[in-house]
Structure formats: structure tokens, C-alpha cells
Nanobody, 121 residues
Framework: QVQLVESGGGLVQAGGSLRLSCAAS????????MGWYHQAPGKQRELVATMPTGGVTIYADSVKGRFTISRDNAKNTVYLQMNSLNADDTGLYYCYAQVVPYRRARYFEVWGQGTLVTVSS
């Protein structure tokens, strides 16, 4: 069983920065894609950034130039550096991963529990 544990959320003033972390634990062979989604209050969950192994990193237009996603594959961890935060960035941030349980297996998706980011103006 694989779990994702997020950390790094909190309260920050507009213009400030936060760094989110998400670590996968449990039995797995590899991770294909890891990324972050954002769910603002009263809205649907939306993609923030994704970083597939050996693929192209994708960012939502709203965070380009402000957020940076990175991975430490040795630690099965993904990070999200968030700069120049504004009130629209408030909400829950969910980590996800496409986990390959064993060699040549098809991946399955795992989600974190969410970490809350609140940006005060």
C-alpha cells in the first residue's frame, strides 16, 4: 500500500512564499508522474503542475513564472516552490502520483490528503 504525505502548507501574506513537499511511502517499483492540484474554496480541483519521469513539465497558466515543481526520485518526493502568492492561490493543495507497483505493471493513481494554503491580503 502506497501513501502520499504532504507538508508545508500554512498561512502567508500576499507576495510571500511557501514550499510544499509530498513524499511517497510504501511498497512500489517506480513512480511515473507526480504533481500537484489546487482546490480553491467552492471550486473544482485543478492542475497546478505535473512532472512526469522523462517527460515534459507542465504548469497551469496562472502559476507560470511563480511556481516551480521539482522531484527527488531517490526519495520519491515531489516539491512545489510557490512564490509571489496571491489570494487566488488560497485553498487545498493535493499531491498525486502514478505509482508502478512492480516491474512491467500498469500504474495506479494515489492522492495525498491535501495541505491547506491560506494567503492573506
Amino acid at each position: 500500500q502506497v501513501q502520499l504525505v504532504e507538508s508545508g502548507g500554512g498561512l502567508v501574506q500576499a507576495g510571500g512564499s511557501l514550499r510544499l513537499s509530498c513524499a511517497a511511502s510504501g511498497s512500489l517499483f517506480s513512480i511515473d508522474d507526480m504533481g500537484w492540484y489546487h482546490q480553491a474554496p467552492g471550486k473544482q480541483r485543478e492542475l497546478v503542475a505535473t512532472m512526469p519521469t522523462g517527460g515534459v513539465t507542465i504548469y497551469a497558466d496562472s502559476v507560470k513564472g511563480r511556481f516551480t515543481i521539482s522531484r527527488d526520485n531517490a526519495k520519491n518526493t515531489v516539491y512545489l516552490q510557490m512564490n509571489s502568492l496571491n489570494a487566488d492561490d488560497t485553498g487545498l493543495y493535493y499531491c498525486y502520483a502514478q505509482v508502478v507497483p512492480y516491474r512491467r505493471a500498469r500504474y495506479f493513481e494515489v492522492w495525498g490528503q491535501g495541505t491547506l494554503v491560506t494567503v492573506s491580503s
